[in-house]
């Protein structure tokens, strides 16, 4: 088992008082498995993801990756995991501008101490994977969506993360485009990878090993039960 | 075991890591940004640097215009005077033979002083009691041509006709002070002639003798004893003031260029001359009030520089703000994805230096290699001194130093206040 949270819970104050987002969730996701998670807008699923990714903490409740409780952790030890364990691919590409496909992948491989030479290879090897070896000097404003949403997988998958969490990655895409992305991740998994994605489209959700419905803050569907 | 693993690889993660993808960022974000907008900062930046530089060199450099004057056209680099108890200088030609053989002495020259008075447009019919002429107090001196000008370079201050010959008889140099003219304002302590040419003849009366001489030329150097003064040839003066013994007033030294004035002093002083006169150098001789006025200007400068300054900090602090807090979102990614805030932080430090270090270099170069030679070669005409810009290498790199840290701080907090916002609030933009 790769991740595995009890009993999360996550709350917010809000002008009608407190909101639960996550009330009380359970989740254990194995090595190389491919989950989606879904539901409607609202529902909780990219307040699991955050959880999960280590971006958010939960008000109550633990989560262990490798059987390290993360909630522990400090921020600068959550930062580091996030580094050089995790990979993140958000909605609307989230790549940098100043930078070029190669630069936006390079920056965590540089980060976690590589040298230069070394991360632009491992960069380039990246881009290639997902299709975009002939675009590598481009800026993100010369490049489509589909483009930066696959510059923002490579720089995911750069630095052979243990899982890579997804938000909604085909959000702002086209469904041609969508099928490209959502092919590229097949092939992550098929290597192996350990994915977790959160998508509202319950066909895109379908590709996964495994479907986790949200409802509420609460699971109410798990394809694995 | 695990967890400690990770706090170790977490400690071990060097700071080097986040200097390096700092730098990484800061360069591209550089060679990336609008050119126009670069240049409008580094443009702010070089005129802070002058404003730091040049409005306090300028300020300073009116009272060193002063100082320097003084020192050229009357001190000289040693200056021996008589001592308050006498009305000379005794021993005056062993004084002089003596300072003539010291190895850093360039050139000597010796004047006589005796008060006297001055008066022109006496030919005239006085038909009404203002149209009495005035007889002005002055100083009378008498001066080697050659010698005067091999220390003063006194003729290059003549602003109408001709320096003296050694021969001439009865003609005489006229300070512009003397002339009310040339002085541009009235007062009832300084007693004008309210006409005086060149050629014209005025009364001099010195030493109990009374002399109609020549205007032959009009003096301005901007030093007030000397634009006081009267010059005669030394001769002539002898002559009219009975100074037979050759004992002179003033002996001023004129040093090479590595010779040393105090020791120059103080070997006058262990050969025993200070029995007979008081031996200064130039800065010991100098007017105090130059002196308190330069601190002054010191003083004055600086704070209008540190407001300068202020603005320049607040230009930078803005458009870092502005710059981190539009790309919060990409911020909030980079934590997302392991950068760290340290990393962030210095590449806006980094962009902040170099718009600091490019302004300053540019501004540098403004000051030695185009305003310094500028204004040497044209010095602001001020009615006391010829305003130069002084910028002394180390008084240049103390204001290179606090421009450059103050940009860093300015560069640095509004970094900060981005980058510690919460990072999910950040990538969501909430």
Redesign the interface.
Known sequence: MIISAKKIVKKFKSGLGELYALKGVDVEVQKGEFLAITGRSGSGKSTLLYQLGLLDRPTSGDIFVEDINVSTLSDIERTNMRLTELGYIFQDYAILPSLTATENVTLPLLMMGMDVKSAKIKAETALNKVGLGSRLNNLPSQLSGGEQQRVAIARAIGHDPKIIFADEPTANLDHETSQLILKAFMELHKEGQTIVMVTHEEEYAAIADRVIGLSDGEIIKDSNR | M??EK??H??NS??FF??L??GA??AT??IK??NKWTTILIIFIMTLTFLNLVVVSGILVGLIEGAVSAVGDRYLGDVFISNLREKTYIEQSQNIISAAKNFPGVESVTARYIEGGTVESNYKINKRRPDDLDKNVPTSIAGIDPVAEDRVTHISEALIEGEYLNEDDYDQVIIGAMLIKKYLGFESPSFTTLDQAEIGDKIKVVVGGNTREVKIKGILKSKVDEVDRRVFFVDKQLRGLIGRYDYNVDEIVLRLKPDADPIAIKNALIKSGFSKYARIQTREDAEPKFLKDIKQTFALLGSVISSIGLIAAAITIFIIIFVNAITRR??IG????????ST?VEFSYVLQSVFYAAFGTIIGIVLVYAVLIPYFNNNPIDFPFSDGILVATLSGTFIRAIILFVSTVIAGYIPARIVVKQN??DA?LGR
């Open positions: 695990k967890a990770l706090n690889k977490n993660r060097n890591n986040s390096r993808v990484f960022l591209r974000d990336r940004a979102r990409f990614i980079m934590k997302g994805i392991g950068v760290t990393a990072t999910l990538i």
